[in-house]
Nanobody
Framework: QTQLVESGGGLVQDGGSLRLSCTVS????????MTWFRQAPGLERVNVAS????????SYAEPVKGRFTISRDNAKNTVTLQMDNLKTEDTTVYYC???????????????????WGQGTQVTVSS
C-alpha cells in the first residue's frame, strides 16, 4: 500500500527557512492530490498547502500565504514545502497526506485523506 515519508524538519531562528520533502511509494503518485498539514500537541490538525495532481494549481492556508510554497515532481514521487520567513507560530509537527483522485479544489479536512506520513518536527526559535 502507498506509504509516505517526510523529511527536512529541524530547528531554525525566526525569519529563517526550511524545506520539507515527502516521498511517496508506489506507482500512483501522479493521480494523488497532495496536502501538507500541521498539528501541535492537543490541537486540531489543519491544512497548510495543497497541490493538484499535475502541479498546475496550488492553495495555501491564510497564515502561510506568501511565505510557503508547495511543489511536486511526479517523476520522483515527491512533494515539497519550501518554508520561508518562518515564525515562532509555525512551530509544530508537519504531515504529508495524499488522497487518490485528481481533485480540485482540494479537500481541506484531514478525514478526506487516505495516506499519511509519520510527521516531521519544525521548531522556530526567537
Amino acid at each position: 500500500q502507498t506509504q509516505l515519508v517526510e523529511s527536512g524538519g529541524g530547528l531554525v531562528q525566526d525569519g529563517g527557512s526550511l524545506r520539507l520533502s515527502c516521498t511517496v511509494s508506489g506507482r500512483f503518485f501522479s493521480s494523488y492530490t497532495m496536502t501538507w498539514f500541521r498539528q501541535a500537541p492537543g490541537l486540531e490538525r489543519v491544512n497548510v498547502a495543497s497541490i493538484r495532481w499535475n502541479g498546475a494549481d496550488t492553495s495555501y492556508a491564510e497564515p502561510v500565504k506568501g511565505r510557503f510554497t508547495i511543489s511536486r515532481d511526479n517523476a520522483k514521487n515527491t512533494v515539497t514545502l519550501q518554508m520561508d520567513n518562518l515564525k515562532t507560530e509555525d512551530t509544530t509537527v508537519y504531515y504529508c497526506a495524499a488522497v487518490p483522485g485528481r481533485l480540485w479544489p482540494p479537500p481541506t479536512r484531514s478525514a478526506d485523506y487516505d495516506y499519511w506520513g509519520q510527521g516531521t518536527q519544525v521548531t522556530v526559535s526567537s
